[in-house]
């Protein structure tokens, strides 16, 4: 079951523009966390959101989570052609379970 | 240095073998998790394993088996049950957090499993 859905799919941007990706969500979380994937390799760890939290910042990344739509997005300032990845947000169910739910990922192109 | 590795990067099988991937961490983390990937698709959870010697099915735990008999390694078979093994296979490991929540997940490089 995927909790997380991703949107847009895919995203094509020039370099330098910024990236926003949004994510929504069907039940109650603990918290959010957003992923980055490059092809063939692994996730990486980008941010977790608390469900008590509404807005989050690591360097270029900026993440905001709205509990009463069920929705976060994350944007990426000022993006590098580093950057084109797949992007994942996963939710953690409330409770102590320690599963999380990914959704099917966005495709960002950054055009040099 | 610390980290999560998993071996062989791509393993080849022929229909009706039985093959096992290996994942170890020395992260000291409590849980370790094991996802499928199909081609641009999302993760799928197949087994996780909150604690030595417990380990609990995910989402599509048939034709995989698993253990946990040491808190660093949590190996997965993929048995000739499983009716379309060829995907991407990421193994995962956290720690637990305050409140008994748990943190975010440090993933391997992955397996590439390709039946033949």
């Known amino acids: 079951s995927q909790q997380g859905e991703e949107d847009p799919q895919a995203l094509s941007i020039q370099e330098g523009e910024n990236a926003t990706m949004n994510c929504s969500y069907k039940t109650s979380i603990n918290n959010l966390q957003w992923y980055r994937q490059n092809s063939g390799r692994g996730l990486v760890h980008l941010i977790l959101?608390?469900?008590?939290?509404r807005e989050k910042h690591s360097g270029r990344l900026r993440v905001t989570l709205d509990t009463s739509k069920k929705s976060s997005s994350l944007l990426i300032t000022a993006s590098r052609a580093a950057d084109t990845a797949s992007y994942f947000c996963?939710?953690?169910?409330?409770?102590?379970?320690?599963?999380?739910?990914f959704g099917k990922g966005i495709t960002l192109s950054v055009r040099p | 240095d610390g980290g999560i590795t998993q071996s062989p990067k791509y393993l080849f099988r022929k229909e009706g073998q039985n093959v096992t991937l290996s994942c170890e961490q020395n992260?000291?983390?409590?849980?370790m998790y094991w996802y499928r990937q199909d081609p641009g698709q999302g993760l799928r959870l197949i087994y996780y394993s909150q604690i030595v010697n417990d380990f609990q099915k995910g989402d599509i735990a048939e034709g995989y088996s698993v253990s946990r008999e040491k808190k660093e390694s949590f190996p997965l078979t993929v048995t000739s049950a499983q009716k379309n093994p060829t995907a991407f296979y990421l193994c995962?490991?956290?720690?637990?957090?305050?409140?008994?929540?748990?943190?975010?997940?440090?993933f391997g490089p992955g397996t590439r499993l390709t039946v033949l």
């Open positions: 995962a490991s956290s720690s637990r957090g305050a409140g008994g929540s748990y943190n975010e997940q440090f």
């Open positions: 992260l000291n983390h409590d849980a």
């Open positions: 996963a939710t953690a169910p409330t409770g102590a379970n320690s599963k999380l739910t």
């Open positions: 959101i608390r469900s008590n939290e």
